[in-house]
């Protein structure tokens, strides 16, 4: 299942709830889903955005549209700093509210959607939802965030992933810079790897290379992970953080100088270790890298999407594009 739109909206007053509903309508629209749909979709934005604003006291939505040939998900990933939900139980139980909205309450919230996980705790909550047919089982799970600028249109940071049963590659790419160009940069890295998503992460780098020499250039990383043969094989240029973290501890996995599509050193593989365990997180570097999961109890648990949510929520830097893709067993 593929990422084909995202729409990043900060929450900060109440016209954000109104935004998060009108973009929320927008990705159900490109995923084609029907009226009952699309209004249960616009329902989740809209009361998950106003618990950011009334709990949280503001924070952010991102909200992406994900598809392949037989499946159809809208996401919403609803992030805050608040003080978290004391019970989530008690919040699951309709009618119960603490700042008294005439919200529909998270019980109501739960019906509709098609799943939904609360990651809540003293630095803030996190909430995913999901309508529409469930992904078909994989050995590995993946989710990505990437978020533009704030106030661009176009996000220069770009990921994708290919999945057989045998391997999962997964690509993040960064374009030099911000705005149309380096959007332009990242999804020519992405249109170039899925050409190339069956050859190894290093001669997979090398095409982009070749591919970017049109665009003003990118820093990637491929990833491919084999939890048969218990391997990560990784190839970096470029400042793409890239680690496995595992209950022993964290390894990050080494990337090259250069930028695809103007300069590289030597493009060189690397391999290591993976288990069932292992969690592998790429980000671009609008993301601080002084990150640590465990000082979140439960975090490493949860899915991806909610571990990359977190890690966006509290290490953006505020004047680059941003992204992060974490892959862990299903
Ligand atoms: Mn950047």
Redesign the pocket.
């Known amino acids: 299942m593929e990422v084909t739109s995202t729409e990043w909206v900060p929450v900060t007053d109440e016209s954000s709830v109104g935004e998060a509903r009108r973009k929320s309508q927008l990705i159900a629209q490109r995923l084609g889903f029907d009226e009952v749909r699309s209004g249960e979709v616009a329902l989740l934005a809209t009361e998950s955005s106003r618990n950011v604003l009334l709990h949280g006291g503001g924070g952010q939505l991102v909200i992406s549209a994900m598809a392949s040939e037989d499946h159809r998900v809208a996401r919403i990933l609803a992030m805050d700093r608040g003080t978290g939900i004391a019970n989530v139980t008690h919040a699951m139980t309709d009618g119960y509210s603490t700042s008294g909205t005439m919200g529909v309450g998270m019980g109501t919230m739960q019906r509709i959607a098609s799943a939904l996980e609360v990651f809540t705790g003293r630095h803030g909550t996190v909430v995913l939802l999901e309508v529409g047919e469930p992904e078909k089982p994989s050995p590995l799970h993946i989710a990505g965030l990437a978020v533009p600028y704030p106030g661009e249109r176009f996000c220069g ?1 770009a990921w994708t992933f290919h999945d057989s049963p045998e391997r999962m590659v997964v690509l993040l790419a ?1 374009g030099l810079g911000h705005g149309r160009d380096a959007a332009e940069a990242a999804q020519e890295a992405v249109a170039s790897f899925r050409k190339r998503q069956d050859l190894a992460p290093g001669q997979i780098l090398s095409c982009l290379h070749d591919a970017l020499k049109k665009t003003r250039g990118a820093v990637a990383a491929v990833a491919e992970i084999r939890p048969g043969e218990g391997t990560v094989t990784f190839a970096g240029i470029g400042n793409i953080s890239a680690s496995v973290l595992s209950p022993e501890g964290s390894r990050s996995l080494v990337s090259h100088n250069g930028t695809l599509g103007m300069v590289t050193s030597r493009i060189q593989e690397f391999k290591s270790s993976w288990s069932r365990d292992s969690i592998l997180v790429l980000h ?3 993301l601080q890298s002084r990150w640590d999961l465990s000082s979140y109890a439960g975090l490493s648990c949860r899915h991806p999407a909610i571990i990359g949510a977190v890690l966006l929520r509290d290490f953006r830097r505020q004047r ?2 941003a992204s992060v893709v974490v892959v862990k067993a299903a």
């Open positions: 940071d960064d671009s570097d609008g680059d594009d």
